[in-house]
């Protein structure tokens, strides 16, 4: 996409009759938040003289410390198609946050992005990544809060009339057009009211932006059509979750340096080095990727979760896929990520762990092609298959105790991650679930 300066900025608000700028950014939970101005302040934001309260987001700063300035990033202008009138457009840009004397914020998740896409461009590469976002569209109550209630019984690929959110998945398409997406494909998935639209490849720092305008218009959209969208990881048990696939590559003056015809499967041995330092930490990124209590219901066998860290060309059981298409088309598919994650330390951690194993020259084992989820407890261990953490709990410990991966965070970030999910796990593990009702109540 052409890149946009401040002028441009201006240009298209004169044009399009906008009256409301969201200056947007994320917490460290990758949850948007936004600060409204009007027009007559857009100048004022792009000279990055707007200061805002960073005390009361998750994970910024405390009270003594509280003033933050926003810097837009002009070439994350979008107008809403969902807020056009008479009365004026509604636009957007996603801002960059900077301390008071004017150095990077390093509590803010895109800066954390921006830092681990500088190491790599040390080392002559940039990073592409192709999101594959699942979500679940249920009906909603007569008051308008969301239920577990889905449209239809359809499954993979199924058509209309079974796929009854198809309709709303349309409007989704059209809506992301028109904030800049390139839409590669769109269709119902394994599970009832279950959903996937996957937009094209493109930079890491945009594609983090994208995912999470992705899931904001998404949810505008399905409100329109009176449901709620979620990509909560396990929504409902006995089904299939929501992952986010993420396929990767590195380029290096216009190539993939991930494809190398003369080997047998055409990876490079930095492709092969690359799959073994995302192995190697695939246990403590996890902590990022999959951040939830929830996130783990998901990673379960049974359900086509990718629960092994194992790697393979040829089928879907292992953490790693290598897609068939080669050439610049050459990628790595991880498969553990959901899209609960923050996009930005997802990405972030996920570069940092294979740049590791470029950096000490890492080798994988050998591919697996054989069904992991049909294999034995005993047939795994003897060829070396660990598994993902088993909890959130049990990631946090493997995230405390890797230093790389700390290090790709940062320690005001990290810090404030682990205390946040460390809160989450012991309010889960206290609470008396309905669950434990059903089973003991009557028993006992």
Request: net charge negative; proline share 6%.
């Amino acid at each position: 996409m052409p890149k946009l300066t401040r002028e441009d900025v201006m240009r298209l608000v004169a044009e399009n009759n906008v009256r409301f700028i969201r200056l947007q950014f994320t917490d460290i939970l990758g949850i948007p938040k936004n600060v409204s101005i009007t027009v007559k302040q857009l100048e004022k934001a792009l000279n990055n003289e707007l200061m805002f309260d960073g005390s009361s987001i998750e994970g910024f700063v405390r009270i003594e410390e509280s003033d933050m300035y926003l810097q837009p990033d002009p070439n994350t202008f979008v107008i809403y198609p969902w807020r056009t009138s008479d009365e004026g457009a509604v636009a957007r840009m996603i801002c960059d946050i900077y301390n008071p004397d004017g150095t990077p914020f390093a509590g803010d998740p895109r800066y954390v992005l921006r830092r681990a896409l500088q190491e790599a461009a040390k080392m002559g590469f940039t990073f592409n990544v192709g999101p594959e976002a699942e979500f679940f569209l249920f009906n909603t109550a007569p008051d308008g809060s969301s239920t577990l209630h889905t449209q239809d019984q359809a499954g993979y690929f199924d058509l209309s009339p079974i796929d009854l959110g198809e309709n709303a998945r349309r409007d989704m398409v059209l809506s992301l057009e028109k904030l800049g997406f390139e839409i590669e494909a769109s269709h119902h998935e394994v599970a009832p009211g279950q959903h996937e639209i996957d937009f094209k490849y493109s930079d890491a720092l945009d594609i983090a932006d994208k995912i999470i305008t992705f899931k904001m218009a998404v949810r505008i959209v399905a409100q329109c059509h009176g449901l709620h969208a979620t990509f909560m990881a396990k929504p409902v048990f006995g089904e299939a979750g929501n992952g986010m696939h993420m396929n990767q590559s590195l380029f290096q003056n216009g190539s993939n340096v991930f494809y190398d015809p003369n080997t047998p499967t055409q990876l490079s041995d930095i492709a092969m080095n690359y799959i073994a330092g995302v192995m190697k930490h695939a246990r403590s990124i996890a902590a990022v990727t999959n951040p939830t209590v929830n996130s783990y219901k998901r990673l379960v066998p049974g359900f086509e979760a990718p629960v092994y860290i194992a790697w393979s060309t040829q089928n879907r059981s292992p953490l790693i896929r290598v897609p068939a298409k080669r050439g610049l088309s050459t990628r790595i598919e991880l498969r553990n990520p959901d899209p609960m994650c923050n996009p930005y330390l997802a990405l972030a951690v996920v570069l940092t762990a294979g740049l590791d194993g470029i950096k000490n020259n890492l080798v994988p084992p050998p591919p697996c092609d054989q069904n992991i989820y049909e294999m034995t407890a005993l047939e795994r261990w003897e060829i070396g298959i660990g598994s993902l953490p088993g909890s959130l709990e049990e990631a946090i410990e493997e995230l405390s105790k890797d230093e790389i991966i700390k290090g790709a965070l940062g320690s005001h970030v990290l810090d404030r991650y682990l205390e946040a999910k460390l809160h989450e796990w012991n309010a889960y593990k206290t609470r008396v679930h309905q669950w434990e009702i059903d089973r003991y109540l009557n028993l006992y």
